[in-house]
């Protein structure tokens, strides 16, 4: 019996159906996500909870958003990965499965990623965390859904479908890797521009959307991460953004390495970018979030 209690001890929460050893999806809106399109796995939005145990577990919370030009999704290595990494900090995740262009243009991403600060918002006393510690955390196009998360958020909709849409969709804090910024000038990613707003994008959606100009007083404490070599996603987007919060007053911290390409997720086997992590942890903790 003991041993059985070990390998079923499963939590039931909001019809879905959790374990230790199986980190089961949970849908964003169990009845259809807005403006969906069909009823297949691509039309559903869905968190996949990494809740952490044992006695290092602190009170904070992160989603994790992973990259792939709005038109993919790396979940492991930006993903699911990421996740046990933060559990062996004693952090929580939650990992993002977003919807993605050609088929679902903005503002569904945004939707995605505000539904899912919300979810994880409205579940922190059952999951054993505070409502005013949850991140969010974003690898290069899931660094664009990030960025916009924290420069476009609200403190509850006006006219909630349930209790979760009651709850604020502002992050508490940013973690950027490599993340897409502008979405316009030179510096940006085409592909995710073109999967995110179209082939003949809006010129003031361009501009809501291009995050280094979206950044106020409000905007949360932000770390980011890039290498100058980059060439899919260039360094300035990154550094822009710093300078904006600098202009804004928002503490930042920015580490830029000279060698890596794109998409190198945690480095953990490179001998040298892999202290970007190390750089990520302290910041937590300097932060009060572990």
């Known amino acids: 019996m003991r041993i059985l209690r070990a390998f079923c001890a499963l939590v039931v929460l909001g019809g879905a159906l959790l374990s230790a050893e199986t980190h089961q999806a949970i849908l964003l809106w169990p009845k259809g996500a ?119 958020f609200d403190n509850g909709m006006k006219d909630p479908s349930d209790d979760i849409d009651k709850q604020s969709c502002r992050p508490d804090f940013l973690i950027l890797a490599y993340p897409v910024i502008t979405l316009k000038t030179v510096t940006t990613h085409q592909g995710s521009l073109r999967n995110l707003l179209g082939e003949h994008p809006d010129p003031k959606l361009v501009e809501l959307l291009s995050d280094e100009d979206q950044v106020t ?17 260039p360094v300035e987007n990154s550094i822009n ?9 928002i503490p930042a911290e920015m580490h830029i390495y000279l060698k890596g390409h794109h998409g190198v997720g945690l480095a953990s086997k490179d001998p040298i970018l892999h202290t970007w992590t190390e750089h990520l942890a302290d910041w937590l903790k300097v932060n009060g979030f572990r």
């Open 34 to 152: 807005p403006n969906a399109e069909g009823d297949a796995d691509i039309d559903k939005p869905t968190l996949t909870p990494y809740v952490a145990t044992g006695e290092n577990k602190v009170p904070t919370a992160v989603i994790v958003c992973p990259g792939g030009g709005y038109a993919h999704l790396a979940m492991t290595y930006e993903g699911y990965e990421v996740a046990e990494w933060l559990n062996k900090l004693g952090i929580s995740a939650f990992v993002l499965k977003y919807r993605l262009g050609p088929k679902y243009k903005y503002p569904n991403e945004l939707l995605d990623a505000q539904r899912a600060i919300r979810w994880v918002r409205a579940h922190s006393a059952e999951f054993g965390y505070k409502e005013d510690q949850i991140g969010i955390w974003g690898f290069s196009a899931g660094g664009h859904l990030a960025a916009t998360a924290g420069t476009h």
């Open 217 to 233: 007083a409000k905007t949360p404490p932000t770390f980011l991460f890039h290498t100058t070599e980059d060439p899919v996603v």
């Open 241 to 249: 953004f710093y300078l904006a919060l600098r202009k804004a007053g």
